[in-house]
Structure formats: C-alpha cells, structure tokens
C-alpha cells in the first residue's frame, strides 16, 4: 500500500520506506485507532517495515507526533 491507497491521504512523495518525507496527514475529524493498528499491521506485512513497532512509530511521525503512544493519547482524547 502506497501513494492514495490509504483512506486518510497516503504520502505520494514518499522517496522510500527509508527515504525522507516531505508531506505530513492530517487525521480525520473522528480518527479510529483500529483503523491506525490496521495499517500498522498491514505496513508491517507488505515487508515495509521489519516490526509492528517500527510501523506504528513511522505512522505517527507522519501525523505529525513523536511516538506511537502520543497519536494515540491524541485520538482518544478525540473521541471521548
């Protein structure tokens, strides 16, 4: 999955999974963390990422947020 294949605006320019980003998403007005473990795990099984971990921390700075638990404390304070 790459490019607009993500529901929320997947990167187009990314360069390379290692490569620099140059364009960050932005989340929807109701953000789902199953959907964001989803993609995670499937990022992870497409083979561009070697762990879930690594996948998820990579999915977070491309929202903008330093770490996985920070996008998620965002999101949940979103939908309570």
Request: charged share 25%; glycine share 10%; no cysteine.
């Amino acid at each position: 999955m790459r490019g607009g294949a993500y529901p929320w605006g997947g990167l187009a320019d990314r360069e390379s999974r290692f490569g620099k980003m140059s364009a960050v998403r932005s989340l929807p007005a109701t953000p789902d963390m199953r959907f964001l473990r989803r993609e995670a795990k499937l990022r992870r099984s497409s083979q561009e990422f070697g762990s879930v971990a690594l996948a998820q921390m990579a999915i977070a700075r491309e929202f903008g947020f330093s770490s996985w638990p920070a996008l998620k404390l965002h999101v949940d304070g979103l939908t309570l």
